[in-house]
């Protein structure tokens, strides 16, 4: 499954209050969120704001001290201003990620450098409340308005540069292709077949081909090698405007915006890590040894590490593609097999949209007018579904607009990114996502999650717009995953989607099939950021850019790279979450909190049971209680926020541990025969 992102301008997307999935720092008005990458763009405020240090004591001497109803006609101001700037921003942004041309990426970069002028103003103006006695809500807009200033430069020159560089970098990766029979680094004929990734991903999903794999691999990676140099500045620039702002690098600025200090957050990480590492080694030495019986010498390696390319996707990030692989082989749990989710949707979907149907005819031509309307229609269909469950907990139903504005297919005249994400664009009621939607198992949970973006978006709407974002950037992302938990087998019975609930001995096949995604997911989340925080502090160089980025997959993840790597290469640009620049932890965060989440729900739905097979669909307890969570946006401290809905102020693996405890005991005792 791809990650969400909620979208914002990419030289942005950093840390805490901004956008939401894909991106923090700003103060939000743009939010967009991708798919698997989901990221709340904090409008204006966090992707525009370079906070300026207060002026020279003998100059504030003369300067009337400020009060109270000054700071408040300030902050409604700002929060008015930003309001509407940031909704030019998201149409801007919306336009260079749907249709990417040389112009919408100059047009983007254009306003969005504008928008930063504009917030700097307000930064630096805000510092002449800084010593003010305030009320606790006036004094955290403005708090939230300094601390989720975005690392740019405040040198003209600079700005303007940083800005080029983050929409062509974001450009790079949408158009980025593998066209099969073209050499490395040679221009693909006209007639060429080239793929996207989207393409590959389905391909590489269900090939068990390791030579095949390993060619979509190398061929898909090729496209990092150009941002390198692009990336390194990129990097160097932002690092220029955390420093103005008081911070060692952009990696510290991007861990300060969760209501600790960056060290307390680094440790915050490394102590949920220490507490599901054993349960993922297992899932490793596990799936391993299947892999190995099944390709042989292909997968089998000296050193333990698994061949990246084996494990059914692309960036090796979720390895639920190859469950048939994997699955037990005990008679008593082998008889239970997966619901055929994609199939049950082709035929539903074909069933009640004779519009939709054609899509799924044997040898359809999706290209052609008719295939294409099929294919869209299919799509919104799939989106149908996720609506249903919101709505089935008590929320209002998406508003007409955006049926007629979110991207549901790739379109067939232009270029766009097709990483899925979720979109607030006047952070009142135009809600978007932009998808290129499959009929698939993945795209099932992708919607769900999407649409948790959407829905919380829309939830703290009444905010103030500064409040207008998750309690942080990893709530935003565990609403959607929350609510996809809940895709059990006696909810896809509810839909008509599966014929049967199968019994509790069937639980372990289901739980493995459910790590393969949630569980294996964690230390690639952790590798990639905490190989980013290492570049913003100067510790990884540009010259040891992709060896450091395969150092830090082997020691958490166990994964090697399909044939040897240099620096010639640059592997991490081919996942989508560097060239756009968008945080990563909030979604190491989110597998976490997501399991959090569901188990207050489930208490609240009154469920009694284990807690793997807990649906609150329907339950309009649990919407109410997570109908306040999302009303309270980033009014008050997140710690705050995740107590009132689940009794603990911290992130807490003991509830994901509990529903993956027996699988964790099986894996165990499966792994005792294991070379």
Same mark, same amino acid.
């Given at each position: =499954? ?7 301008? #990419? ?57 109270? #109803? ?36 100059? $047009? ?34 403005? =708090? ?19 800005? +080029? ?15 099969? !029979?073209?050499? @490395? ?19 590489? *999903? ?6 095949? @794999? ?20 990129? /990097? ?16 510290? &600025? ?12 680094? #440790?915050? /990480? ?20 299947? @892999? ?48 055929? &989710? ?8 074909? +069933?009640?949209?004779?519009?939709? *149907? ?17 294919? @869209? ?20 139903? &998406? ?42 198992? !993945? ?40 609510? *996809? ?21 069937? !639980? ?38 992709? $060896? ?31 060239? $756009? ?19 207050? =729900? ?66 165990? +005792? ?6």
């Amino acid at each position: =499954m791809n990650q969400v992102i909620l979208q914002r301008p #990419a030289m942005f997307r950093q840390g805490a209050p901004p956008r939401g999935v894909c991106c923090h720092g700003l103060v939000e008005s743009v939010e967009i969120y991708t798919s698997g990458m989901r990221i709340r763009v904090l409008s204006i405020l966090i992707f525009l704001s370079v906070w300026l240090p207060p002026a020279p004591a003998q100059e504030t001497a003369k300067v009337k001290p400020a009060t109270v #109803a000054e700071a408040r006609a300030f902050v409604n101001r700002v929060n008015a201003e930003l309001e509407k700037l940031g909704t030019a921003a998201s149409h801007a942004q919306w336009t260079a990620e749907t249709n990417i041309t040389e112009d919408t990426e100059a $047009t983007s970069a254009l306003v969005n450098e504008q928008l930063t002028a504009r917030t700097l103003a307000f930064i630096t103006e805000s510092h002449r409340f800084d010593h003010v006695k305030l009320p606790v809500d006036l004094r955290r807009e403005i =708090m939230l308005l300094q601390v989720n200033a975005p690392a740019a430069p405040k040198d003209p020159k600079l700005l303007a540069e940083e800005s +080029e560089l983050a929409a062509q970098l974001t450009g790079m990766y949408g158009k980025g292709k593998f066209c099969v !029979d073209t050499p @490395l680094g040679k221009e693909p004929a006209p007639d060429a077949k080239c793929l996207g990734i989207d393409d590959i991903s389905n391909i590489m *999903a269900k090939s068990r081909d390791p030579e095949e @794999l390993k060619k979509l691999w190398v061929g898909w990676h090729a496209i990092g090698a150009p941002m390198k140099d692009k990336y390194a500045r990129f /990097m160097e620039l932002q690092n220029i405007g955390a420093k103005e702002l008081g911070y060692h690098d952009t990696g510290e &600025l991007w861990r300060a915006g969760y209501d600790m200090t960056p060290a307390e957050f680094s #440790a915050e /990480m490394d102590r949920a890590w220490a507490q599901l590492e054993p349960l993922y080694r297992e899932l490793h030495t596990y799936v391993r040894a299947r @892999l190995i019986a099944k390709y042989g010498k292909a997968a089998e390696r000296q050193d333990g590490m698994i061949p990246a390319e084996l494990l059914g996707n692309m960036w090796a990030q979720e390895w639920g593609n190859i469950y048939d692989i994997v699955a037990p082989t005990d008679p008593k749990l082998s008889q239970f097999k997966p619901v055929d &989710l994609e199939g049950a949707l082709k035929q539903q979907i074909a +069933e009640r949209d004779p519009a939709a *149907a054609p899509a799924f005819a044997p040898g359809a031509d999706l290209s052609s007018d008719a295939g294409h309307l099929a294919k @869209l229609a299919a799509g919104k269909d799939m989106v149908h579904y996720g609506e249903n469950f919101f709505t089935s907990l008590g929320f209002s139903p &998406l508003p007409h607009s955006f049926w007629l504005r979110s991207q549901f297919v790739h379109p067939r005249d232009s270029e766009v990114v097709c990483h899925a994400s979720a979109w607030d664009i006047d952070a009142a009621d135009d809600l978007r996502v932009k998808m290129c939607i499959e009929v698939n198992d !993945d795209y099932f949970t992708t919607v769900h999650h999407e649409l948790g973006h959407n829905f919380y978006q829309r939830a703290y709407n009444q905010q103030p717009h500064l409040f207008r974002g998750g309690a942080n950037d990893g709530f935003h992302e565990a609403i959607g995953d929350s609510i *996809a938990l809940s895709i059990t087998p006696a909810y896809l019975k509810t839909l008509g989607l599966a014929a049967t609930e199968p019994p509790a001995e069937a !639980d372990i096949p289901l739980q493995l099939r459910t790590a393969l995604d949630k569980v294996a997911f964690l230390p690639f989340a952790l590798a990639l950021d905490k190989w980013r925080w290492q570049v913003f502090s100067g510790e990884i160089k540009p010259a040891d850019y992709n $060896t450091a980025w395969w150092a830090l997959r082997k020691k958490y993840q166990g994964v090697v790279p399909p044939v040897e790597r240099t620096e010639a290469e640059f592997d991490p640009g081919a996942k989508n979450h560097i060239p $756009t620049n968008v945080p990563y932890a909030r979604y190491f965060l989110a597998r976490v909190y997501q399991f959090q989440f569901y188990k207050a =729900m489930c208490d609240a739905s009154g469920y009694k049971g284990p807690l793997n097979r807990c649906s609150f669909y329907g339950s309009k307890a649990a919407g109410e209680k997570l109908k306040q969570m999302l009303e309270a946006g980033q009014s008050q401290p997140w710690q705050q926020t995740l107590k009132e809905m689940t009794g603990t102020d911290h992130l807490d693996a003991q509830p994901m541990l509990d529903y993956f405890a027996p699988l964790y005991a099986w894996l165990k +005792e499966q792994n005792k025969t294991t070379p």
